[in-house]
């Protein structure tokens, strides 16, 4: 939770600078200073802080922090696309790319953290209750049809559904 909230934090903060300085954002990461830039600093700065808010309202879900990951896939995309545009400076590119590169790693490893950590738990309340998972394969050496008679053949329910004493069929379509 500590990783997710430091990621939330760093949402924010991204987000902020995103919306407050568009075209300073775009210089910096090596992109022209143009209106197409910055509105897609607009936009990438409201899914930020939309991220950020998410993530540091459930600190313990990986929910939001799945949502990083796709904005970063995002932000890939949208930085592989700069690198072939005229006017681009491809070192600061580069650079950026290498960075959500690295912020990439942490959403995901941190995505995966609390889902396997929301796993276990959730596996440790049901043995608690007494409901731990039951895997257990059998072979019936049979033909796909003598199975479906057997199953469609009400009176033998009460063989392999134990809450159930007897089953009589009445008529073609009614049982008791």
Do not use: C
Request: proline fraction near 4%; aromatic fraction near 6%; charged fraction near 25%.
């Amino acid at each position: 939770e500590t990783w997710a909230q430091a990621l939330g934090w760093f949402s924010i903060g991204l987000g902020v600078a995103q919306l407050a300085a568009p075209g300073a954002m775009a210089r910096l990461i090596g992109v022209p200073d143009d209106r197409s830039s910055r509105n897609t600093m607009l936009a990438l700065g409201l899914r930020e802080l939309t991220s950020g808010v998410g993530i540091l309202s459930k600190p313990d879900s990986p929910s939001w922090l799945w949502s990083r990951v796709g904005g970063d896939v995002m932000d890939l995309a949208l930085l592989g696309t700069a690198f072939k545009s005229d006017g681009a400076d491809r070192r600061r590119v580069a650079a950026a790319t290498a960075a959500v590169l690295g912020v990439t790693v942490l959403d995901m490893m941190t995505s995966r953290r609390l889902r396997d950590e929301q796993q276990s738990g959730a596996a440790a309340e049901r043995k608690a209750r007494g409901m731990e998972p039951v895997h257990k394969s059998l072979t019936v050496n049979r033909s796909p049809d003598e199975v479906y008679a057997f199953w469609r053949n009400f009176e033998n329910l009460p063989r392999f559904m134990e809450y159930l004493e007897s089953v009589s069929i009445t008529d073609e379509r009614h049982s008791h």
